[in-house]
């Protein structure tokens, strides 16, 4: 009967939430936690345990982190009276702006993932679910972030996007990104997707499908320096395009190779 109980509703306690929220402040003074209920439940499937809690007051640096759900997977084995060892959690974040991610950001370590948000991002929402897992100083080891990405606008390199709409579930050393709409210096993006290895340089490999519809006017946007598209010919591109890009960039995120096919 207990085993049905933990693998359904579970069973309400207050015992470690001062344990777990001294945990996760200690591992960084900035965050404040604040659960309102936990539930000690097990999955029947792996069976582990684990402590859940819905809708937690969690802030980092001062702004609301806007979480729907919290698991943390425990190991009783390494159990006392102060202390439990939390082997992976789970957070399952509700879509937030980009404008609220940068406040979360803003006082993280610099890096190459930090500065693209700040230096190449202008506007959008995401959503995420994220599964971290730690060793047993409450060190990060491995990750897996997995979601969507609503209305995305920036700039990379000489590239342009606007109105970006994705899914992705990106890893430590690889990621994919899939359904991907949007528009690409102007030109529309129907459908997409790209993939990314990391290891001593990161791979990209990307196919980007395009039906375009574009009037003269509307060329001259996007290819401003063709002297033709300014005479008194009347122009009108219609078609389906596929391209395919790979890059390879160094750790500096220098470009080391560019390579696209149409």
Do not use: C, H, W
Not at 36 to 54: G, N, W
Not at 244 to 254: A, G, I, T, V
């Amino acid at each position: 009967i207990l085993l049905i109980i933990l693998s359904t509703r579970g069973l309400e306690t207050k015992r470690f939430n001062s344990i777990i929220s001294n945990q996760i402040q200690g591992s960084n003074s900035d965050i404040e936690v604040n659960f309102k209920k936990i539930l000690f439940k097990i999955d029947i499937k792996q069976f582990d345990l684990f402590l859940l809690t819905r809708s937690p007051n969690i802030k980092l640096y001062k702004t609301y982190v806007p979480i729907k759900e919290v698991r943390a997977y425990i190991d009783f084995e390494i159990f006392s009276k102060n202390k439990i060892k939390i082997d992976k959690i789970y957070l399952d974040i509700s879509e937030i702006s980009l404008k609220e991610l940068k406040k979360l950001l803003l006082k993280t370590k610099p890096s190459n993932f930090k500065s693209i948000i700040f230096n190449n991002l202008t506007n959008g929402s995401l959503s995420s679910k994220i599964d971290l897992q730690f060793d047993e100083d409450l060190m990060l080891i491995d990750y897996q972030l997995n979601g969507y990405v609503k209305n995305l606008s920036g700039f990379f390199q000489k590239i342009d996007f606007n109105k970006a709409n994705f899914i992705y579930s990106i890893g430590n050393k690889k990621g994919k990104i899939s359904s991907l709409n949007g528009t690409v210096n102007q030109i529309p993006v129907n459908s997409g997707e790209i993939s990314f290895i990391k290891d001593k340089i990161m791979a990209i490999n990307s196919t980007i499908k395009s039906n375009l519809e574009l009037d003269q006017k509307k060329l001259k946007q996007i290819f401003p320096s063709i002297k033709f598209l300014s005479s008194k010919n009347r122009i009108f591109l219609r078609g389906n395009i596929t391209s395919l890009l790979n890059l390879e960039f160094d750790n500096s995120f220098k470009v080391k190779k560019f390579d696209l096919n149409f």
